[in-house]
Structures are given as structure tokens and as C-alpha cells.
């Protein structure tokens, strides 16, 4: 099993729709979590870090974490054509390593 | 967050030679790391860069064939060497300013060995 499965998709929806990306992990010592979302021939770049159980806000950007079913989210609201991208979950306890998802790639369609 | 500049951002090269990319931030900053990224697959670690000493290598990554410097708190280089088509990936360079924050990138070198 691996430490972090992450649906591959494509994903695709229609302008304006909200989307749910999600994680689930099996290590209970995953302490925070980020998203990134990566576009095509770039890097990953930051979305969302959070420590906590519960949601922090960005924008249009939510990230909720679930610690006891080991499950984060993270949802975008009012999907535009430009979030079009491969969305990657990362996490990480006492160590230094990260653990990232094979990341899920969304399409938004105009 | 840290502005990270790596280079090359391509290069197609031949097999049995070597390419070295270079990362350099904006910061001086804790922690450097270096990524594969194979299409489809998730993120790969490499190595941790230590400044002043030898990199720490992940398993299955050892320092004849991906030998990484960091002379300073801004700065690192990871070597491909004898490279086989297989080595055909992303590499990304990383820093984080201390532990448990986040982590940014490069913009990845996309290398093709033919």
C-alpha cells in the first residue's frame, strides 16, 4: 500500500463548477499537508499548507483535512479554464521528507 | 517564499555523458532538496544537499551516478552522470527555510537522453 493514493483522474468540468480533489494517506504520523498545483513544462507551486484538522481558506481555494480518516481535500470554487493543471497533494511529519501523491490532473472546460 | 532559479530548464543529451543543473535561490535558506519527477509518477526525492558536506541520498539514489555539491546557503548543483535513456525525467530543485514548512520549486529541468 502506498503512504499516500491520489486519484490520477483526468478530471474534467465545466466552467464555473466546483471541484473536489482528494488524498487519503495510511501514516498517522503525517503532521501538515500541502497542495500544489503544477502546470504543463513547470514546477509545482504552493497552494495551500495546513497543519490542523479543519479548513483554511484561500480565495477561491478550500483545503480540509480529516486527521482521524486520514483524508484531505481540497476544493475549488467557481473552476476557471486557467486552474487547468495536475494538482499534487504532499505531507510530512518529524522527518524532512515529503510524501507526494501521484497528483491528479484537471481539466476545465470553457 | 523563496524565488528559485534552476538551470538548465531542457537539454537533450547524449548516453554515457553528463549534465549538471544548477539551483539557486533568492534567500538563504535551511534545507535543499533535489526531485525526480517521472511522467505519470509522483514526486521522487534524490537527496537532501548539505551545505558544506556530503549529500544524504534516498534509497535506490547513490552519489556515483547523481554526485550533488552545495558550497553555500543559496546554491547546489545535481550531476546526472553516464546517462541511459531511463534518466529521461524532471529534476527539480526544492528548499524549505526549516522544518515542517512548506517546500518550493524550481521550475525543473526536463531532461531527454537519447
Known amino acids: 500500500q502506498k503512504e499516500v493514493e491520489q486519484d490520477p483522474g483526468p478530471l474534467s468540468v465545466p466552467e464555473g463548477a466546483i471541484v473536489s480533489l482528494n488524498c487519503t494517506y495510511s501514516n498517522s504520523a503525517f503532521q501538515y499537508f500541502m497542495w500544489y498545483r503544477q502546470y504543463s513544462r513547470k514546477g509545482p507551486e504552493l497552494l495551500m499548507y495546513t497543519y490542523s484538522s479543519g479548513n483554511k481558506e484561500d480565495g477561491r481555494f478550500t483545503a480540509q483535512v480529516d486527521k482521524s480518516s486520514k483524508y484531505i481535500s481540497l476544493f475549488i470554487r467557481d473552476s476557471q479554464p486557467s486552474d487547468s493543471a495536475t494538482y499534487l497533494c504532499a505531507m510530512g511529519g518529524a522527518t524532512n521528507k515529503l510524501i507526494f501523491g501521484t497528483g491528479t490532473l484537471l481539466a476545465v472546460q470553457p | 517564499s523563496a524565488v528559485i532559479s534552476q538551470k538548465p530548464s531542457r537539454d537533450i543529451c547524449q548516453r554515457g555523458t553528463s549534465l549538471t543543473i544548477q539551483c539557486q535561490v533568492d534567500s538563504q535558506v535551511t534545507m535543499m532538496f533535489w526531485y525526480r519527477q517521472q511522467p505519470g509518477q509522483s514526486l521522487t526525492l534524490i537527496a537532501t544537499?548539505?551545505?558544506?558536506?556530503?549529500?544524504?541520498?534516498e534509497s535506490g539514489f547513490v552519489i556515483d551516478k547523481f554526485p550533488i555539491s552545495r558550497p553555500n546557503l543559496t546554491f547546489s548543483t545535481l550531476t546526472v552522470s553516464n546517462m541511459s535513456p531511463e534518466d529521461s525525467s524532471i529534476y527539480l530543485c526544492?528548499?524549505?527555510?526549516?522544518?515542517?514548512?512548506?517546500?518550493?520549486f524550481g521550475q525543473g529541468t526536463r531532461l531527454t537522453v537519447v
Open positions: 544537499a548539505n551545505q558544506g558536506s556530503e549529500a544524504t541520498y
Open positions: 526544492s528548499v524549505r527555510t526549516v522544518m515542517n514548512t512548506e517546500a518550493f
